[in-house]
C-alpha cells in the first residue's frame, strides 16, 4: 500500500526517488520542516527495500540523554551501570538485516555522533559494558529538521558524520508547495479517523469556503496541521470555527511563522495572489495582460483591506499608509467593491498611527 498520498509534481518526485532509492542500501538523510512526512518516507523507504520483511526500528535521538540514548542505541552488558541487573541488546541489534531510523540525528551529542561514525565506518560496536564486538548488518536512514549544514558550522555536527549519513538526501517539500494534494490528505485523513472518532465522514459536508482557506493558507505545521484540522472538523462537526480560525490567522499571518528562516508575510502574500489568479490555467488559457489585470485587481483589494483594517477604517489614513491619494483609494474602495460599514474593520485590527501632515 503507498503510504505517501499526493499526486503534486514534487510528491511524485519524492515517490520516484524512494523506488530509486529504496534497494540500494545506501544510507539516507531525510530532511524537511516539521510535520511534513519525513516518518513516511524513511517507512515507505523501507517498505519498498528488499528488507522490507526483517524490522524497521525507529529511535528518537532528541528524546534521550547521551549516555541513555547510547545504551539504547548499542545496548549494554549485565552490570555496565547502576540498575543493569540484565544484559540487554540495542537497537542497533534489533535492527539486524532490517533499517534503523534516526529521528532527530541532529540532536544528537558529539560524544555519540563520534561512535556512530565508527560503526557507519566498521559495521560494529561494543555494548556499553562490553568487550566483544557485535557485527549488524544495518540500513541506516536519517532524519532531521536543522539545517546539518548550519550546525556542522557551528561545531554541533561532525562533517565527516554528515557525509557517511548523507549519501542520499531526500527533501520532503513542505505543504505549501504542493497545495494541489490537500483534498486527497484530507479524505485520507477523513478514513483514517472515522473509526476510531466514530463519526461518518459523509454526515460532514465541506465546503468550497473551507478549501479556499485551506489553499490560502501557509502552512507551517504541515501535513500533521491539516490532519489535526480535519480531526477537530469531525469532532465539532461544524467547519465555521475552523474557517474563521484559518482566516484570521491568514489575514494576520500569525502563526505562519514557519520554521524556514526566509518566510516572509509580504511574499506569502503574493504567492497566495498568484496561486489564486492562476487557478484553472490548464482549463482556460488567458492572456498576459489578463493575467496581471487580474493579478493586480486582487493584490490591491487584499491590501486595501488590509491597510482599512491597520488604520480602523480611516480612508485618509490608509491612503497615505499606501502612499496614494485620497481620491485614488476612494475610486479603488468604488471599483474592487470593499465593504467600508463603520465597524467593518474594527476586528482584529492592529491600530497603525499615521502622523499627521
Ligand atoms: N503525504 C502524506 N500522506 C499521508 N499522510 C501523511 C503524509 N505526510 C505526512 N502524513 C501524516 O502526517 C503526520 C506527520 O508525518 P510525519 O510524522 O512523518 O512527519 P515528520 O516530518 O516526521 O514530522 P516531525 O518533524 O514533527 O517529526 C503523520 O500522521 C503522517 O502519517
Ligand atoms: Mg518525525
Known sequence: ???????????QRLKNLIKQVADTGLNVLVCGESGVGKELVARSLHGQSNRSTKPFVKVNCAAL????????????????????????????????????????????SLSLQAKLLQVLQDSEFCRVGGIRDVKVDVWVICATHHDLEVDIQKGHFREDLFYRINIIKIKVPPLRERKEDIPLLVNHFLEKYMTSLNRNPADLRLSQELFDCFSKYHWPGNVRELENYIQKLMVLGDEQPVIEELESKNLRGVDAVAPD????????????????????????????????????ARAEKVVIEEALRRTAGNKRDAAKLLQISYKAILYKIRDYGI??????????????????S
Open 1 to 11: 500500500m503507498d503510504l505517501i498520498i499526493g499526486r503534486s509534481q514534487p510528491i
Open 65 to 108: 540523554p547521551g549516555e541513555l540514548l547510547e545504551s539504547e542505541l548499542f545496548g549494554y552488558e549485565k552490570g555496565a551501570f547502576t540498575g543493569a541487573s540484565e544484559a540487554k541488546p540495542g537497537k542497533f541489534e534489533i535492527a539486524d538485516k532490517g533499517a534503523i531510523f534516526l529521528d532527530e540525528i541532529g540532536d544528537m
Open 261 to 296: 528562516k526566509d518566510w516572509d508575510h509580504e511574499e506569502y502574500l503574493l504567492d497566495s495572489i498568484i496561486s489564486d489568479v492562476t487557478k484553472g490555467l490548464s482549463d482556460n488559457f488567458p492572456s498576459l495582460k489578463d493575467i496581471k489585470k487580474k493579478a493586480q
Open 339 to 356: 465593504n467600508v460599514e463603520p465597524g467593518e474593520f474594527l476586528t482584529n485590527s492592529i491600530q497603525v498611527t499615521i502622523p499627521r
